[in-house]
């Protein structure tokens, strides 16, 4: 999960996975996979960053996860 901030600044929580494409216009919209679209004060660049640094910080826990799921 990513937190953006709306255009009225009001604090958004999107999760990274659902983010289909980002659209500098130039406003920057998060287009959702399930169609929506979000505006957001923050720049494109910004939220590749973020969504790059959620991910590092899964991928760094997923093998503890995965680890888990094997003891029987």
């Known amino acids: ?13 999107v999760n990274a996975d659902m983010i289909e494409f ?9 287009t959702l996979n399930t169609g929506r679209k979000v505006v957001a004060r923050e720049s ?3 939220i590749v960053e973020k969504v790059v640094a959620y ?6 826990l997923a093998p503890d996860v ?7």
Request: proline letters at 3%; a positive charge.
């Open 44 to 46: 494109v660049e910004d």
């Open 22 to 30: 980002l659209e500098a216009t130039p406003d920057t919209v998060v």
């Open 66 to 72: 995965r680890s888990r799921g094997n003891e029987r």
């Open 1 to 13: 999960m990513i937190k953006l901030t709306r255009l009225n600044n009001s604090v958004l929580i």
């Open 55 to 60: 991910k590092r910080r899964w991928f760094q």
